[in-house]
């Protein structure tokens, strides 16, 4: 696999590519493409948004055993970006099965390798969405790389793949209200007893 050509045919051509992707061949591929992304995406975002710069000035800073001035050091850095690619393979998994059931629930007709497979390649946004005040543009455009790869691979239409990729954060943000909801109204009625 060459990362890099298949991280342009992702970013410049995602069509195309989940098009010609295989849906089935084993994980190795598309799992090695994802974790080189969140290894980069992980040492980008530890060097450059976290603090790495003022990490360096204070004591042992630069090395990661002191704290310096609020930042933290290069070993902290690499331990995150080490750190990532783990993290990020294993909600993979996650998220591909959570998918996987709910495109079924709508029709869809794509395997659980598949839906492994186009989240993986998926992932190619990272490289661009660690990048301070834009990186949330390229958020959005990974989850149009999500509704695009699923609704080829699950064989739906754009409208059953959106639904499909935005149910579970619709029902995260719901079941948050809920219990904030919850919470107020038990306070409330601890606060203020009738």
Known sequence: MDYIETWKEVIQRPSNFYRKMPTAGGYAEPLTFAAISYFIYGLLTALFNRGMMGGMS????MYGYGMGSGGYGLTTALMMAIMMPIIGII?????????????????????????????SYATAVMLLSWIPFIGWIFGFYGIY?????????HDVSMVKSAIAVLLPTFLIILIVIIMVV?????????IFPS
Request: charged residues 10%; positive net charge.
């Open 91 to 119: 909600s993979i998994f996650i998220g591909a099965a959570i998918l996987y059931i709910i495109y079924k629930v709508l029709g869809g007709k794509g395997s659980y390798e598949g839906t492994v497979r186009f989240i």
């Open 145 to 153: 790389l999500y509704i695009l790869g699923g609704m080829i691979v």
């Open 58 to 61: 204070g004591y042992g800073g």
């Open 182 to 190: 919850l919470a107020g109204s038990i306070a409330y009625t601890m």
